[in-house]
T-cell receptor, first 118, second 111 residues
Framework: GAVVSQHPSRVICKSGTSVKIECRSL??????MFWYRQFPKQSLMLMAT?????????EQGVEKDKFLINHASLTLSTLTVTSAHPEDSSFYIC??????????????FGPGTRLTVL | KQEVTQIPAALSVPEGENLVLNCSFT??????LQWFRQDPGKGLTSLLL?????REQTSGRLNASLDKSSGRSTLYIAASQPGDSATYLC??????????FGAGTTVTVRA
């Protein structure tokens, strides 16, 4: 149980285009999902907290107009990188909080999306 | 701001040896602590979650301890196997449920 999927796993785009990344909790409902960014050889950096039915909360230094987050249902959150530039190239990982009937089981992570902006 | 430190940064052991991975955090007011495994180019796999009221959790060959007052957690992996080679991340939940990650310990188990 507690499986989180991400799509696409890899995307290459031209500078100036927008890219949408989907994060789905497959076997549980997640009122809260998180988006992280990971640079090579570094740990994960939290970008924003996505709450179902409300606006995302962004961490300091993260541009909310550039990284649009939508959490339209209890199993789906999307991250759209708008007007992408080469410096946005990174590994983006989402996670979902499992607060099921058995109690809080922590966060479960998707497999990540490798974004390369040319 | 919560700071999470993992020592050592890298570890190489022969197959069969026990592994000890250390994690320390600066703010003891934590909600939970979670250990993850990350393989190169992949997402994170949850290994163990320790509630703040617990002292340890066990799953198979894995055992994680938590000493909140001293700001420490240790992950033990018994009888290591080459398949255990990965980066292990310690993450601490603050009371607003945000995770703070350590930089990880990269483990290599030699056959």
């Amino acid at each position: 149980g507690a499986v989180v999927s991400q799509h696409p796993s890899r995307v290459i785009c031209k500078s100036g285009t927008s890219v949408k990344i989907e994060c789905r909790s497959l076997d549980f409902q997640a009122t809260t999902m998180f988006w992280y960014r990971q640079f090579p050889k570094q740990s994960l950096m939290l970008m924003a907290t996505s709450n179902e039915g409300s606006k995302a909360t962004y961490e300091q230094g993260v541009e909310k107009d550039k990284f649009l987050i939508n959490h339209a249902s209890l199993t789906l959150s999307t991250l759209t990188v708008t007007s992408a530039h080469p410096e946005d190239s990174s590994f983006y990982i989402c996670s979902a909080r499992d607060q099921g009937l058995a109690g809080d089981r922590g966060q479960f992570f998707g497999p990540g999306t490798r974004l390369t902006v040319l | 701001k919560q700071e999470v430190t993992q020592i050592p940064a890298a570890l190489s052991v022969p197959e069969g040896e026990n592994l000890v991975l250390n994690c320390s955090f600066t703010d003891s007011a934590i909600y939970n602590l979670q250990w993850f495994r990350q393989d190169p180019g992949k997402g994170l796999t949850s290994l163990l979650l320790i509630q703040s009221s617990q002292r340890e959790q066990t799953s198979g060959r894995l055992n994680a301890s938590l000493d909140k007052s001293s700001g420490r957690s240790t992950l033990y992996i018994a009888a290591s196997q080459p398949g255990d080679s990965a980066t292990y991340l310690c993450a601490v939940f603050s009371n607003d449920y945000k995770l703070s990650f350590g930089a990880g310990t990269t483990v290599t188990v030699r056959a």
